[in-house]
């Protein structure tokens, strides 16, 4: 534990005792029943304080390292690839039997205010670079400007923090165990998981989307149903967030070695006895700083068994996932040959079937302002799950910011692929998404933009703003069909490119590839929920405990 870390909980302590007695002195002269109002309010605002600080005090953080040399030449149980959304709650739950390698391109997000504190909401969006930054920007070829993760946590350290559990169709659909989904979900949303408290515009949003008939009213919950919801989120009370990184604090933190800011540049995979099967042994790393190119390796420890050892496990995302299995050669022989990578497995599935849901934004603003951000809290789900809408107040700049309406299609027809650009890790892979490709996807959005229209012209969002009811801007569905066209925007959940069925199988195994997973967003065909976060964080909780109940077979 460090010493900073210990005066300030101290510091903090003493600070809440102060206030407490602050408050019997001034309240004094309250009648009863409101000093308690008052009282349980207070309470209520720094309980979440007083328990961060006595879950640091008891449980430090895992060791964490960006010495490439500290991990160089080590074997471990098993090692994941990816310290984001899936990832951090699948290296947590493997470390309680096992040692485990987290590996992160990013840095630490454990003590960032921009990533911990609500009010800085998106101000990590706003200064991108090449190889340091939280966030890494990339053009898809459609032209649409997008981000991913580049820090512990993974989007869950950057996102707006809503938290909506997959419907029963979707986990039926994947075919996973339902007992085993329901006791994952619970595992994550009692550690990170809260109910928020609606601001003034949350609350606007709430009327104007009922305004606009999308019923029934279903007031909090973490199911995705039809109507106008309350959600989850990963903000507390006091507005401090808790990334899917919080979860490492579950595990064995004897077990866990997390390196930051180290990209893996392929799996290292060796032939077996078996002349069509292949084994993952280890992974090849380099410092993501952009300019070194020194290679270092870490292995899978060497059971006398082989079907006791463990995994390389790449949760890399829907884009790094599947440019690693590339990396590694696996993947089409064609593509492979144009970067004279050696075949390893020629498995044409990787890269195919990414999505993006397409979305598009309405601003209810006449003109930036310097408003709190707002992360958004209420959503409405419509059209047979196919529209999903929901409200914020974003920054544009570290001094103004915009309110946007926004709404994205949910279960897009269109499909996109995965390429390499060239052999470093540390850029991004060439990606096409095909927005709005598909003649299904440009009718459901001429539906959003009409929905869209009424919940901007609503008498909540004209009565909040002091401004009258807006006319309606867009007549005819040709002009709504070339708006969508040129409007259409990326909504950060993009997924596909190592499908289950097409790259791996339903235990998320790499087909052919013996000791080589693959447990992340790259492996949906569609996005579930409202969201992928709850999902992902489920995901990574549900297939830790399935491994670790094969091991005991």
């Not at 419907?167 to 994947?174: A, G, H, I, Y």
């Not at 410092?287 to 995994?311: F, H, P, T, V």
């Not at 003649?439 to 869209?452: A, G, H, I, T, Y």
């Not at 801007?473 to 069909?481: F, K, Q």
Request: hydrophobic content about 40%; proline content about 4%.
């Amino acid at each position: 534990m460090e010493l900073p870390k210990i005066v300030h909980g101290y510091m903090l302590l003493i600070a809440v005792i102060f206030l407490l007695l602050n408050l019997f002195v001034f309240s004094s002269s309250l009648p009863q029943g409101k000093l308690l109002v008052s009282l349980s309010r207070f309470f209520l605002f720094y309980r979440n304080y007083l328990i961060f600080f006595f879950n640091i005090l008891g449980k430090p953080l895992p060791h964490m390292t960006s010495d490439v040399e500290e991990v160089s030449g080590k074997s471990f149980d098993y090692i994941v690839v990816g310290g984001g959304t899936a990832g951090c709650p699948l290296a947590a739950t493997l470390s309680e039997r096992f040692s485990v390698l987290l590996v992160e391109r990013g840095g630490s997000s454990f003590e960032n205010p921009f990533i911990l504190e609500k009010k800085y909401y998106g101000f990590s969006l706003l200064q991108t670079d090449e190889h340091t930054s939280l966030a890494q920007s990339f053009i898809s070829k459609d032209g649409i400007s997008n981000l991913r993760g580049r820090v512990l946590g993974g989007s869950s350290a950057m996102n707006g923090g809503f938290y909506s559990r997959a419907s029963q169709d979707f986990v039926k659909k994947v075919g996973w165990n339902n007992e085993l989904v329901k006791n994952a979900y619970e595992w994550v949303e009692s550690r990170i998981v809260f109910k928020p408290e609606l601001t003034p515009w949350q609350t606007v949003a709430e009327f104007s989307f009922l305004e606009a008939g999308i019923l029934p009213y279903n007031g909090f919950s973490l199911e995705h149903i039809k109507g106008t919801k309350l959600g989850g989120s990963i903000f507390d009370e006091c507005g401090k967030r808790h990334t899917s990184a919080d979860l490492l604090l579950a595990g064995n933190l004897n077990n866990i070695t997390v390196l930051l800011n180290a990209t893996v540049k392929s799996v290292i995979i060796h032939n077996t006895g078996n002349r069509t099967e292949k084994i993952a042994q280890g992974i090849r790393f380099i410092k993501s700083d952009g300019s070194s190119l020194e290679i270092y390796e870490a292995y899978l420890n060497q059971q006398e068994n082989s079907s006791l050892r463990g995994d390389v496990i790449l949760a890399a995302g829907a884009l790094g996932s599947p440019q690693i299995l590339l990396l590694s050669g696996i993947g089409s022989y064609r593509h492979l040959k144009n970067f004279n990578i050696p075949l390893v497995l020629n498995l044409k599935k990787v890269g195919h079937g990414m999505k993006d849901e397409p979305g598009i934004a309405l601003l209810v603003d006449s003109k930036p302002k310097n408003r709190q951000p707002d992360t958004p809290q209420v959503v409405g789900i419509t059209d047979d799950f196919k529209i999903i809408i929901e409200a914020g107040i974003l920054p544009i700049s570290f001094n103004a910011t915009r309110m946007p309406i926004a709404a994205k299609l949910a279960l897009p027809a269109s499909k996109g692929r995965l390429k390499l650009n060239n052999t470093d890790p540390r850029q991004n892979p060439w990606v096409k998404f095909n927005y709005l490709a598909k003649e299904e996807d440009c009718e459901e959005c001429v539906k959003l933009v009409e929905l869209l229209e009424r919940v901007a012209r609503s008498e909540s969002i004209a009565l909040f703003l002091g401004a009258e009811r807006k006319n309606h801007v867009l007549s005819g569905e040709e002009e709504m069909r070339k708006f969508c066209k040129e409007n259409v925007r990326t909504f950060y959940h993009f997924h596909g490119g190592c499908i289950v069925g097409s790259v791996v199988d339903d235990d998320y195994k790499v087909y052919g590839v013996r000791g080589l997973r693959v447990v992340d967003g790259s492996t949906f065909e569609e996005s579930p929920g409202t969201n992928p976060m709850a999902t992902l964080l489920m995901l990574g909780r549900y297939q830790g405990v399935k491994i670790l109940k094969e091991r005991e077979k």
